[in-house]
Nanobody, 122 residues
Framework: QVQLQESGPGLVKPSQTLSLTCTVS??????????WNWIRQPPGKGLEWIGY???????YYSPSLKSRTSISRDTSNNQFSLQVSSVTPEDTAVYYC??????????????WGQGTQVTVSS
């Protein structure tokens, strides 16, 4: 069974770049037809999808965050990473990584990491 684990700094200063890594075990991030996602939940708000990297290495981002977001991967270590630049306190959230896939034109999130709190504050 695939497992995902987020890691990275819990505190980031405004205007700096937030960087998180998701380490995957029990399955390869290059396995066909899986999509490796970043999702966040600000305090008191719902889940917000940030973007994904596909099994082939292509990326797709939420239009609202696209200008500040980058997702990359390290296949040798079976990890994928998130960077969000020029952060503000509005980027404070619990950040999750998750594996997704399509089934009959519907996208499902099948496995999630436990989430990691990131606070943007000086």
């Amino acid at each position: 069974q695939v497992q995902l684990q987020e890691s990275g700094p819990g505190l980031v200063k405004p205007s700096q770049t937030l960087s998180l890594t998701c380490t995957v075990s029990g399955g390869s991030i290059t396995t066909n037809y899986y999509y490796w996602n970043w999702i966040r939940q600000p305090p008191g708000k719902g889940l917000e999808w940030i973007g994904y990297m596909s099994y082939s290495g292509s990326t797709y981002y939420s239009p609202s965050l696209k200008s500040r977001t980058s997702i990359s991967r390290d296949t040798s270590n079976n990890q994928f990473s998130l960077q969000v630049s020029s952060v503000t306190p509005e980027d404070t959230a619990v950040y999750y990584c998750a594996r997704g896939s399509y089934y009959r034109d519907t996208f499902y999130f099948g496995s999630w990491g436990q989430g990691t709190q990131v606070t943007v504050s000086s």
